[in-house]
């Protein structure tokens, strides 16, 4: 059955965004990211809550990632995250 066609939210997707601040004590981060396709969002810069605060030690300022981001409770949540080597 093809559920694209039938309204239904779209599963996250990897986003790519490169790191602009990590704000580990808030467990914020800062990414300049793609366009956010399950979300219908273009192309921006702006702040994410994360999942799991200790996601933030592996990634670094200046970095390029992939990262999934979900809607939670009104806030924008990563959820996973990876370097591109």
């Known amino acids: 059955?093809?559920?694209?066609?039938m309204g239904m939210a779209?599963?996250?997707g990897m986003t790519d965004g490169e790191i602009r601040k990590i704000d580990k004590e808030n467990g914020k981060i800062t990414?300049?990211?793609?366009?956010?396709?399950h979300m219908d969002m273009p192309p921006m810069s702006m702040v994410?809550?994360?999942k799991d605060k200790?996601?933030?030690?592996k990634v670094q300022?200046?970095?390029k990632i992939q990262f999934i981001v979900i809607q939670d409770a009104?806030?924008?949540?990563?959820?996973?995250?990876?370097a591109v080597k």
């Open 1 to 5: 059955m093809d559920h694209s066609k």
């Open 10 to 12: 779209a599963a996250p």
């Open 31 to 37: 990414i300049k990211h793609g366009e956010i396709k």
């Open 48 to 50: 994410f809550n994360v």
């Open 54 to 57: 200790a996601m933030l030690d």
């Open 61 to 63: 300022v200046g970095e």
């Open 74 to 82: 009104g806030k924008m949540v990563v959820t996973d995250i990876n």
